[in-house]
C-alpha cells in the first residue's frame, strides 16, 4: 500500500508542478519569460496518429491500459499484459484525399514474463497533379505523391508482476514529391520507451504509465526534386518563367527538422470492474517539443456477458489543445474549439471456438480547424 501511495505521489508531482509553476507571477525569478517551443518546427507528425480505432478513441491514455497489439505504439511494456497473440489491420482516411494505415503483429511468451512484436505504419497520398507558373491548369499530366512510412519492432520484460517496462525501435522513412519530380527522401532512427505500474485500490485495478516516444535522429531530406533548375522565359510569354529547363549542377541544401518527441505520464483507475463489465476512468499529461504542455482524459466501458460469445465497448476521450491560440482563432477555429481534441469510438468483439477473437472496432477523432476523421480496425486474436 506505502508503494501505491509514493506512485500516486509522484504522478500528482509530474502532473501538477508544471501547472503550479505556470501560475506563478511574473516577479519569479526562475520563470522563463520567452517561449522557445518549436511550434510546427518537427518532422513526420504522421508518427503521432497512433494505431487502433480503440487506442485513437481513447488518446494517449490508452498507454495505462494497453494490453493488446497496440502495445506497439502506446507503451511498450504493455506486450506482457497480452492473453495471447494479436494481429490488427488500422485504416484512417484523412483529409486531402491522403489515408493512414496501420499493421501490427504480437505476442507474449514465457508465460508473459516477455512480450515482442512487429509493425508498419503508412501515410501519404499520390498521383496529384502538378501545378505551375507556366501550367496552372496541371495539364502537362505530370503528377506526383508522397510516401512516409514507419517500421519497428518491440520488446518488453515483466520484471515482477506488477512492473514491466518495453522499449520500441523504429525506422522511419519520408519520401516526398515522388514521380515526374524525382523525389526527395530522409530518413531516421528512433527509440520508444515505456514502462507500467499496477495493482489494486479498493479492490479495483489502478495502474500508472510512463513512457517517452520518438527519440531519435531527424530528417533532412535529399533528392533530385531539390536540384536547382535554371529559370528559362517561355517564348510566348515572357513573363511566365519555366524552372523546368537545362538543370545547372546545383541542388538545394535543407535543414534538418526533429522528429515529434513526446512525453507521457498516465493513470487509470477502474471505478467498476468485475466478471463480465469494467468502467476504467483515465487521464494523462503530455509534455512535446512541437507544443506546448497538454492534458488529456479518457473512459472505457466494457461488457460482455459470463455465458455470452458477444461483448461491446464504448469509448471517449478529450485532450486539451495548447497550440488553438486565441491570437489565431478565425471564425471557422473559434466554432471547432470546443470539440478539438475529443474522440469517440466503440467497439464489437466476439468469441467463438474456446481461445479465439475476433474484435472490429470504430473511431471519431476531432481536429479542429480541418475536421473531423473517421478509424476503422480489425483484430485477431488468440487469448
Do not use: C
Not at 518532422?43 to 506497439?72: K, P, Y
Not at 516516444?213 to 518563367?241: C, K
Amino acid at each position: 500500500m506505502r508503494l501505491i501511495s509514493r506512485a500516486v505521489a509522484t504522478l500528482f508531482m509530474v502532473v501538477a508542478l508544471p501547472g503550479l509553476l505556470w501560475a506563478q507571477d511574473g516577479d519569479n525569478p526562475v520563470q522563463i519569460e520567452s517561449d522557445n517551443t518549436a511550434f510546427g518546427g518537427s518532422s513526420a507528425e504522421f508518427l503521432q496518429f497512433g494505431s487502433g480505432a480503440r487506442g485513437m478513441a481513447l488518446g494517449g491514455s490508452f498507454s495505462t491500459i494497453v494490453d493488446d497489439v497496440n502495445a506497439l505504439y502506446y507503451n511498450p511494456a504493455g506486450l506482457t499484459a497480452m492473453q495471447g497473440p494479436e494481429v490488427a489491420l488500422t485504416l484512417m482516411p484523412y483529409f486531402a484525399d491522403t489515408d493512414y494505415y496501420w499493421t501490427g503483429l504480437a505476442f507474449p511468451f514465457s508465460d508473459g514474463d516477455f512480450g515482442l512484436g512487429f509493425f508498419l505504419g503508412h501515410f501519404g497520398f499520390g498521383n496529384q497533379p502538378i501545378y505551375t507558373e507556366a501550367d496552372p491548369d496541371g495539364l502537362s499530366g505530370e503528377t506526383y505523391g508522397v510516401n512516409e512510412t514507419v517500421a519497428g519492432i518491440s520488446f518488453a520484460h515483466a520484471f515482477i508482476d506488477r512492473f514491466s517496462a518495453g522499449m520500441t525501435l523504429k525506422f522511419i522513412n519520408d519520401d516526398l514529391a515522388t514521380g515526374a519530380l524525382g523525389g526527395a527522401s530522409a530518413t531516421a532512427m528512433a527509440l520508444d520507451f515505456g514502462v507500467n505500474f499496477h495493482s489494486e485500490l479498493g479492490n479495483r485495478p489502478i495502474r500508472l504509465a510512463f513512457v517517452v516516444q520518438n527519440l531519435g535522429g531527424s530528417l533532412s531530406h535529399s533528392g533530385e526534386a531539390l536540384r536547382f533548375r535554371d529559370v528559362n522565359y517561355s517564348e510566348s510569354d515572357q513573363t511566365v518563367p519555366d524552372q523546368r529547363v537545362d538543370p545547372p549542377p546545383a541542388i538545394l541544401v535543407t535543414d534538418a527538422f526533429p522528429l515529434p518527441r513526446l512525453f507521457r505520464v498516465g493513470l487509470n483507475y477502474d471505478v467498476i470492474s468485475n466478471e463480465s463489465t469494467t468502467l476504467a476512468l483515465m487521464t494523462e499529461f503530455i509534455e512535446s517539443n512541437n507544443t506546448n504542455a497538454a492534458f488529456g482524459f479518457g473512459s472505457e466501458f466494457r461488457w460482455q456477458g459470463v455465458d455470452t460469445p458477444v461483448g461491446v465497448a464504448l469509448r471517449a476521450s478529450y485532450q486539451t489543445q495548447p497550440d488553438a491560440s486565441e491570437s489565431f482563432s478565425t471564425g471557422a477555429i473559434a466554432t471547432s474549439k470546443g470539440t478539438d481534441g475529443l474522440g469517440l469510438g466503440g467497439g464489437l468483439f466476439y468469441r467463438f471456438a474456446g481461445t479465439y477473437r475476433l474484435q472490429f472496432d470504430y473511431a471519431y477523432k476531432n481536429y479542429g480547424v480541418l475536421g473531423s476523421a473517421n478509424a476503422f480496425s480489425v483484430t485477431f486474436g488468440v487469448d
